[in-house]
Each structure stands twice: as structure tokens, then as C-alpha cells.
């Protein structure tokens, strides 16, 4: 484990309100888990619980990768690494894929809704040597955790921290958070209502409107920044090379797991898949908005061209992809963006609050198999 060095594209207004809103949200997503899951249930992840499944697969850097580009994972051309990867849903309680029917919170009756949700692609890259910034659980390994949007939902610790509290009153259920848009309230700053207002918008009008038929079918973005190498910054993103149906959710009424159903069915093939693993790359000449607004906001979306730095490729068949053991492995994995070689090195308000947030999880999750069954957890596995 590495100490963590100095980011000179950070800009922390008050380090010392922000580590106690950081202290705040970690107890909160310990306190979350345990009113979700109430003994004897076994806690699931405080983001992305539900996995549509678990596939192995190969990360290759690019033989041509131009020198500028090699840069940490990326130094060697044509290295190939092992690799796994977890499909997932964002929502934090597992539930439909997508949203049908809602109770009115006026007349309390049925309302039919069509509301889909944020999906995850979260790879873990093996061995990769170097020095990290937190081992996983004794390896050296990579993680890169990535969404179906170029950018959360939620901008910083602040935000994520009133929408915590918010799900922690209301029974996890955002709504309220969203008012201040809606109706005047003195304790929310013009500033933090027009980023209210853009979580909003992003939550309303993209996740929400992104029909998926296929996590195996669509583009991932990293949406936060980290560093690549001392004096540089990079988002990344992984595409499919090629098109994987079906390309939309099936009619009404869905299945409750039609995801996990159009992966299953998928891998069942013999053409292998591939993923391009690119990148956006900014230095430290490039305009990143006052107080580093491009940095520290993870609402927002960079522009610059992505570049192509590697190949994922997941061989195929892998018909165990729905076997019960496979359920069991994907989540005993786990994954954070702190599991990175230093040249990676996380960045910005959002990434500095992963790192706490995901560790308290992990632990906590851990500590809940362990009391269920013992026997889950084997020796060299990390929960």
C-alpha cells in the first residue's frame, strides 16, 4: 500500500469539512446496509448489489500504442493481462431492471412508469505489478469502474452526503432530495440548487431514458478523472467493437433479471467478444473551469476525443456465467478505484470519498457473509 501523493489538478476548498462529510457518509453507508439488510440477511454491496453476472476475460494494451500513451498499465505494447469483469445495476436495492409500476405518493395507487436505470462494467485487471495504492487483499491488482454515462449523477462529497441522509430518512427513496428544484429552501445555497438541479436533469432525462437490452452491448464511461502519470489526467471508457444484441429491453411487461437473462443467453456463443479500452487525456495547460470545476465535478462531461489504449476481449462460451458458483465468486469480489497503480491514482471530490466509502462497504458486506456462512469465505479471497 502507498502513501497517496500530492495531486496538483485537486482543488479542496475546505479539506477539513470535507474529511467530516467524508466521516459522515462512510457511517451512513454503514448504516444504510444494515436497515436494507437486517439479520440473517446477507448485506450486499452499498452500490451496484445487483450483478447480472461475472465473465473472464483478457486485457491486451495495444501493440501500436503511441509512446505518449505508455504510461502505468500501459507501458509495455501487446502486454496481456487476466482479468475479470462484473455487469451490474446502479440502483442501491436490488429490484427490476427497469421501473413498471410506481405507487402515487398522493393517491397511493398503481401508476405504470417506464424508468430504466444506470448500468456499471466494473474490471478487475490481475497482476499488474507496480506500486499501488491499496493492495487487494495482498495482490497488485487494477480496477476500472465505469458506468452507461459519461458522468454521475452526483457531483461531490457534499451532494452524495445530502443524498445519503435523504435515502437514510425516506427509506431509500431520493425524491426529497430533488425539492429545493421545485420549492424555495433557505438552507440550500443558489450554488448547490443548480447542481441539484443538474443531478436532476441527468437522473430525469438520461439514465432514466437509456433503454439497455444488453449490458454486453454498450459503451461505459469512467465519468470521474484520475491521474496519468505526474503531470497529466485521464477518463476512460470501454465500447463494444462490434454490435451485440438485442440492442433494446424487451416489451412490457419485462422480466424482472432480462439483463442478466440477454447476457446468459449471449455467452452461451462461440464468437468472443471485444471491448476498446480508450481514453481522454488532458495535461496540466488544459482549461479545467474555476476552482478545477472539470476535476472536483463529477457531473461533468469532458469533450475531448477518446483514445484506443487496449482490447478487452472475453472468450466465449462461458456457459457458468449463471451458475450458482459464479454468483457466489462475483461477489465475494471487490472493487474500488483505489485499487490502482499510483501513475492511476484516483482524483477529485467524488474519487476521494470512494475510497473510504468502498472500504467501509467491503468490510461491512464481509463481515455479514462471514456470520451467514463461514464457510463463503475462503483463504485468499476478499469479500
Known amino acids: 500500500m502507498s502513501t497517496t501523493p500530492r495531486c496538483p489538478f485537486e482543488h479542496i476548498q475546505n479539506p477539513d469539512l470535507e474529511a467530516e462529510q467524508i466521516a459522515e457518509t462512510t457511517k451512513l453507508t454503514v448504516d444504510l446496509l444494515d436497515k436494507r439488510y437486517p439479520p440473517p440477511k446477507q448485506k450486499l454491496r452499498g452500490v451496484h448489489p445487483k450483478s447480472h453476472g461475472c465473465v473472464k476475460a483478457t486485457f491486451t494494451i495495444n501493440p501500436d500504442i503511441p509512446p505518449e500513451l505508455q504510461v502505468g498499465l500501459f507501458t509495455k505494447p501487446g502486454k496481456q493481462f487476466d482479468a475479470f469483469i462484473r455487469f451490474s445495476n446502479a440502483a442501491a436495492l436490488v429490484g427490476p431492471d427497469t421501473t413498471e409500476i410506481e405507487i402515487d405518493p398522493v393517491t397511493k395507487k398503481e401508476v405504470a412508469v417506464e424508468k430504466h436505470g444506470s448500468r456499471g462494467m466494473a474490471i478487475k485487471v490481475l497482476d499488474v505489478g507496480g506500486e499501488v495504492l491499496i493492495d487487494d487483499n495482498g495482490e497488485h491488482n487494477q480496477d476500472f469502474l465505469m458506468i452507461n454515462q459519461p ?5 461531490n462529497t457534499e451532494d452524495y452526503l445530502r ?4 435515502l437514510l430518512k425516506d427509506d431509500d427513496i431520493a425524491d426529497s432530495f430533488f425539492l429545493p428544484v421545485f420549492r424555495p429552501d433557505l438552507s440550500v445555497t443558489e450554488e448547490q440548487k443548480q447542481r441539484i438541479a443538474k443531478s436532476l436533469d441527468i437522473v430525469k432525462n438520461i439514465i ?5 437490452g444488453n449490458p ?16 497529466r489526467v485521464m477518463k476512460f471508457s470501454a465500447k463494444p467493437c462490434a454490435e451485440v444484441p438485442p440492442s433494446q429491453s424487451p416489451p412490457s411487461p419485462r422480466p424482472e433479471n432480462y439483463l442478466r437473462d440477454a ?15 480508450m481514453l481522454q487525456v488532458r495535461g496540466k495547460d488544459a482549461d479545467f473551469g474555476k476552482d478545477n470545476e472539470l476535476i472536483e465535478n463529477a457531473s461533468s462531461k469532458w469533450d475531448d476525443e477518446f483514445v484506443s489504449v487496449a482490447k478487452i476481449t472475453i472468450p466465449k ?8 458458483e ?6 465475494k469480489l471487490a472493487f474500488t478505484p483505489w485499487h490502482s497503480l499510483v501513475e492511476h491514482q484516483p482524483i477529485g471530490s467524488i474519487n476521494r470519498l470512494r475510497r473510504d466509502v468502498y472500504a467501509a462497504s467491503a468490510k461491512h458486506r464481509g463481515a455479514s457473509v462471514s456470520e451467514t456462512d463461514p464457510g463463503q469465505l475462503q483463504e485468499g479471497e476478499r469479500p
Open 151 to 155: 458522468m454521475f449523477a452526483f457531483a
Open 163 to 166: 443524498l445519503d441522509r435523504t
Open 208 to 212: 432514466q431514458k437509456t433503454d439497455v
Open 216 to 231: 454486453l452491448g454498450i459503451q461505459y464511461f469512467s465519468a470521474a478523472p484520475f491521474l496519468f502519470g505526474p503531470d
Open 263 to 277: 447476457m446468459t443467453d449471449t455467452m452461451t456463443g462461440n464468437k468472443f467478444l471485444h471491448f476498446d479500452f
Open 317 to 324: 462460451p462461458q456457459p457458468d456465467v449463471n451458475s450458482e
Open 326 to 331: 459464479n454468483k457466489v465468486h462475483c461477489e
